[in-house]
């Protein structure tokens, strides 16, 4: 049983920093792509960045240049380090685990919130 736990979540100002971090326990089968989606009230969960277990990025363009993932595949860890916040960052952070296509899976974290507001 794989299970994601998300920390890190909380209430910044605009323009400040924060930092999320995953953490992944059970049987992981790797390589695989860790990920970070985000859900807004009211809007579908989107895409903030994915990294592979080589260290491939990928990011939404909304975040280029300002949120950073990283990954310790020694200690099944993913980070997103988010500078220069927007209010519209406003949203639950998720976790995501997914499996090559040779033995997919599709794990999901329970989620933590980001409020960005004065």
């Known amino acids: 049983q794989v299970q994601l736990v998300e920390s890190g979540g909380g209430l910044v100002q605009p323009g400040g920093s924060l930092r999320l971090s995953c953490a992944a326990s059970?049987?992981?089968?790797?390589?695989?792509?860790m990920g970070w989606y985000r859900q807004a009230p009211g809007k579908q969960r989107d895409l903030v960045a994915t990294i592979t277990t080589g260290g491939s990025t990928n990011y939404a363009d909304s975040v280029k240049g300002r949120f950073t993932i990283s990954r310790d595949n020694a200690k099944n860890m993913v980070y997103l380090q988010m500078n220069t916040l927007k209010p519209e960052a406003t949203a639950v952070y998720y976790c995501?685990?997914?499996?090559?296509?040779?033995?997919?899976?599709?794990?999901w974290g329970q989620g933590t919130q980001v409020t960005v507001s004065e």
């Open positions: 995501n685990a997914r499996g090559p296509s040779y033995s997919p899976y599709n794990y």
């Open positions: 059970g049987s992981i089968l790797r390589p695989n792509t």
